[in-house]
């Protein structure tokens, strides 16, 4: 399987947000200092990883469970 990314936070990102809510850019080293909070503050990045993936798995259940109760239904009515 080819890797591709799931989520990226470009430089070019973070300067469009640092212009449109403040009007301004941030310099190379302002970069490295936001790069840096945004590390921290994605530190537990597994974690929401993780529960984003329980619920596609727990919403595909569903759904599964929803199929098979309509066919039996439908093979009740037949």
Request: charged share 40%.
């Amino acid at each position: 399987m080819r890797s591709k990314n799931i989520f990226v936070i470009s430089k070019k990102d973070v300067q469009d947000i640092t212009l449109r809510k403040f009007g301004e850019k941030l310099s190379i080293e302002e970069l490295e200092q936001v790069k840096k909070g945004i590390e921290f503050g994605l530190e537990c990045w597994e974690e929401v990883v993780i529960d984003a993936i329980s619920e596609v798995l727990e919403y595909r259940k569903e759904k599964i469970q929803q199929k098979i109760k309509q066919v039996a239904k439908e093979k009740m009515e037949d």
